[in-house]
């Protein structure tokens, strides 16, 4: 069973920051789960929604923000009161490298809202070229994926999926089927399987839950409590 840090240790710090993952990795950590989007200037953000609202709450698009501006809009913090921001992608990754197995990157980029972001991405990790073998992309958008298949033969693709279609997944040459816990059925693992898809789940925090699906077969979780497993 595969564990991944979802956007982070995320249960005790704010998700997608460098707090949160410097805490996974501290906590032993090797394997992570981040959220990408283009800013103006061409820089890459960690963060998961579309919008600053639910994180700081500012109603402001990444998309109409450059990098500068990301020191504008604090994150709420519950957790320490430390002043944290919307990091970006390079000051993640020297974090997570030693160590690192998995880097699971999710290309938020549903109908191309960032036209280019998938070369921009692959053009920004040329810096770590070791990453190469251990990222894996994924996405619910699947012509992001597809033009990130173009730009990339062999990038590792895992379909995020709120509709499970085996056939999606085997036309972008995927690895793996990212699925919501309580969407995931024997049926959904036997199929993947059979066409040699490994099936990564989202988003368990408690033993139960991950004593179902670990018996349902499923390969890795996605959990906010990386540290309890």
């Known amino acids: 069973m595969i564990y991944f840090a979802h956007r982070g ?6 998700q997608n920051t460098v707090e949160s993952f410097a805490l996974a990795r501290e906590k032993g950590a090797r394997c992570y789960e981040l959220d990408v989007h283009l800013l103006k200037d061409g820089a890459l953000a960690v963060h998961h929604d579309y919008t600053l609202l639910g994180t700081t709450g500012a109603d402001v698009k990444l998309a109409d923000l450059t990098t500068q501006d990301l020191k504008k809009y604090p994150l709420r913090n519950r957790f320490t009161g430390t002043a944290l921001y919307v990091p970006l992608l390079e000051e993640i990754i020297p974090l997570i490298l030693p160590g690192l197995e998995i880097l699971n990157i999710e290309i938020k980029n549903d109908n191309n809202v960032y036209p280019g972001l998938e070369n921009v991405l692959l053009k920004r990790l040329e810096t770590w070229p070791q990453l190469a073998p251990k990222i894996l ?18 990038a590792r693709i895992g379909l995020l999926t709120r509709a499970f279609d085996v056939s999606k997944a085997l036309a972008l040459g995927a690895e793996s089927v990212h699925i919501n816990q309580i969407r995931l059925t024997q049926d959904i693992v036997r199929i993947c399987h059979q066409n040699k898809l490994k099936v990564y789940v989202y988003t368990v925090n408690t033993l139960p839950d991950k004593e179902r699906v670990e018996k349902m077969g499923a390969d890795g979780i996605f959990t906010d409590e990386v540290d309890r497993w």
């Open 9 to 14: 240790l995320s249960a005790l710090r704010v």
């Open 137 to 154: 992309f994924s996405g619910f958008d699947q012509d992001s994926l597809a033009r990130l298949r173009a730009l990339n033969k062999n």
